[in-house]
């Protein structure tokens, strides 16, 4: 894992990996398999279920404590001198599988063009859900009077 | 406490739990997929008590136990030991969470304005009985506004200490598995306040509302007032082998801050847990807000409501008294018969002789 990573244009990669991480489990799945046949030999590291524990910050003292874990599918895959990883919440090895080999084939500057459209059209999705539930919750806006 | 083996119990033990599932019926992915779905705030009350965020998993239990809460949540408590930890995420700040519901009740205009998202507070409660009638009841559809509320809301306790109400939190520089976690650690008092905060986190959710309540009721030292509430979602932030920092997907969060008015400045009470439990939370910052300086032994300090607000132990030492005690008991009988005896003995030896 010597030389240096390569990424797609107009995306960085914690961009990259927060879109992979949302994106729709069984269109990811769809996009990442065809990619293997054209990667050097994968070798995988890890693949499992495990747990994430999240912190919070409490805003009346600033102390740092947990809130509970999560569940997250995780992914390690080396080839070609990269490695990709993935890691999605939920109990779905083949989604984080598919995130890491798509993380993968970017690493190593395979089908960018594929990889920067699906990027493109999942990244567009998960604004257009964002901002119709935004425009749901702006509908319940109040605006309280004291009498 | 002692306890005596039963012999022959291991077909009426067999049939017993064959009884229990048998009312279930068959528990398909169908079912788990419309528990999920159909109730999302008890999936949330249940994720939250197990310390477990997964919705799958959640509805299992509660498919799993005929919706029993407590056996549900020590299903989950018990299938995340069998789980490794991989890492601890970035902590959450109020200011990144993407906020679905935020009002206040001690101040109407706060900075980013209140929003009432999902609620019923202001609904007339009415049982939809034209269901069992063979109707459907289909909700209202919500009427989008033009424009969308913006994701991230700023702080009302920073707004307050920049005012000069209260003083303005010190962001804690402990961060990942230096946090002290009481599923690593054991609960020691005076608690730390992560494990304080923690603890509230995960308890059980009627427990801390009877406690939180009685201290609202005037068993407490402070009355509270809503300063914040917020239902939101936060990103899970982790790390990739390249130190990329990124989210691996979001979950539902609930936190709420009350105030105390006493004094020349506010004070601050905070709760915060996985899932959407407003009632939890409210009731939960109340204890905070009240533990210092609680009586010994009063229901708003710290050691008396942590103890008793952990779901799975308080729910585990109830039922447990169900369970054979016969040596014990007798033990006791036998005293009470030797008690008895003696005491019949020292008065007849008492009497006077004929």
């Known amino acids: 894992m010597t030389d240096m990573a390569q990424g797609l244009p107009g995306w960085t990669h914690e961009a990259q990996l927060s879109v992979l991480a949302r994106a729709d489990d069984m269109a990811l799945k769809a996009f990442a398999e065809p990619l293997i046949a054209d990667l050097p030999d994968i070798e995988v590291i890890e693949n499992r279920t495990g747990l994430v524990m999240l912190p919070m910050r409490d805003t009346a003292q600033g102390t740092h404590f947990h809130l509970g874990e999560v569940l997250v599918s995780e992914a390690r895959i080396g080839a070609g001198g990269q490695e990709g990883y993935g890691m999605r919440r939920g109990r779905d090895l083949e989604a984080a599988m598919a995130m890491a080999i798509v993380d993968l084939a970017v690493a190593l500057g395979h089908a960018q063009v594929e990889c920067l459209s699906f990027l493109e059209a999942a990244s567009k999705a998960q604004k257009t859900t964002d901002i119709e539930t935004l425009r749901r919750v702006e509908a319940t806006r109040v605006d309280m009077e004291t009498f | ?354």
Request: hydrophobic residues 40%.
């Open chain 2, 1 to 354: 406490m002692a306890y005596v083996a039963t012999r022959g119990g291991e077909r009426a033990i067999e049939q017993s739990q064959r009884l229990f599932k048998a009312e279930l019926g068959d528990i398909t992915p169908e079912r788990v997929a419309e528990i999920r779905s159909a109730m999302p705030y008890l999936i949330d009350r249940v994720m939250g008590e197990a310390s477990l965020y997964d919705e799958d998993l959640a509805a299992l239990a509660l498919a799993q136990t005929g919706g029993e809460l407590y056996e549900a949540v020590l299903l989950l408590r018990a299938w995340r030991t069998t789980q490794p930890r991989i890492a601890v995420a970035e902590p959450v700040t109020q200011d990144a969470l993407f906020t679905h519901r935020r009002i206040s009740a001690a101040f109407k205009d706060i900075p980013g304005g209140q929003v009432l998202g999902p609620t019923l507070d202001y609904a007339h409660r009415i049982l939809a009985t034209e269901v069992l009638d063979g109707q459907t009841h289909r909700p209202e559809p919500v009427e989008p506004a033009a424009k969308p509320a913006p994701a991230n809301q700023p702080s009302v306790a920073a707004w307050q200490a920049e005012n000069g109400l209260l003083r303005a939190a010190v962001p804690d520089t402990q961060t990942g598995n230096d946090i002290p976690d009481v599923t690593r650690e054991p609960l020691l008092f005076p608690a730390k306040r992560a494990h304080t905060l923690q603890s509230l986190a995960r308890a059980e959710t009627g427990g801390v509302l009877a406690l939180g309540y009685a201290a609202q009721r005037g068993y407490g030292q402070a009355h509270p007032t809503v300063n914040e509430l917020r239902l939101a979602e936060a990103e899970v932030v982790v790390t990739h082998p390249r130190g990329t920092q990124f989210s691996a997907g979001r979950v539902k969060v609930s936190q709420a801050e009350v105030v105390s008015k006493k004094g020349e400045q506010l004070e601050l009470g905070f709760s915060a847990t996985l899932g959407w439990n407003e009632v939890k939370v409210i009731a939960a910052a109340t204890l905070d807000l009240n533990s210092k300086s609680a009586p010994k032994g009063s229901a708003t300090e710290e050691e008396f409501f942590l103890y008793h607000t952990e779901g799975v132990e308080s729910s585990g030492f109830c039922i447990h008294f169900k369970l054979p005690h016969y040596v014990t008991f007798q033990s006791s009988l036998y005293a009470m018969r030797d008690a008895k005896a003696k005491k019949a003995a020292k008065e007849k030896s008492a009497e006077p002789a004929e």
